[in-house]
């Protein structure tokens, strides 16, 4: 991540955990996440998967369109929101 964000000069970010999550060695400035964004709209499938607002769901009944639920409605959710600070919600 670290040399992918240079690339992209983003030159304030040092990522220290492979999910870049929780890290007090861990820092990006604003400028710098609007690069790295930036770079993730560019990417055709990462807008088409980011704007998905729904879902074909292969329930019971076959295919339906369904809305997807909010994140804190997931099941299995990877993160949680402590203190205004994402982390992973097997470390909090």
Same mark, same amino acid.
């Given at each position: 991540?670290?040399? !992918?964000?240079? !690339? =992209?000069?983003?030159? /304030? ?6 999910? *870049?999550?929780?890290? $007090?060695? /861990? ?13 993730? #709209?560019?990417? $055709? +499938? #990462?807008?088409?998967? +980011? ?7 292969? *329930? ?5 369109? /369904?809305? =997807?639920?909010? $994140? $804190?409605?997931?099941? *299995?959710? =990877? &993160?949680? =929101? &402590? %203190? *205004?600070?994402?982390? %992973?919600?097997?470390? &909090?």
């Amino acid at each position: 991540m670290n040399e !992918h964000a240079r !690339h =992209l000069g983003a030159l /304030q970010t040092r990522a220290v955990t492979p999910s *870049g999550l929780a890290d $007090p060695r /861990q820092f990006n400035s604003a400028y710098d996440l609007t690069r790295i964004a930036r770079a993730c #709209f560019a990417d $055709p +499938a #990462f807008r088409r998967y +980011a704007l998905t607002e729904r879902s074909p769901d292969p *329930g019971p009944a076959g295919p339906t369109r /369904q809305g =997807l639920p909010d $994140p $804190p409605e997931l099941p *299995g959710r =990877l &993160v949680e =929101l &402590v %203190d *205004g600070e994402m982390r %992973d919600a097997a470390l &909090v």
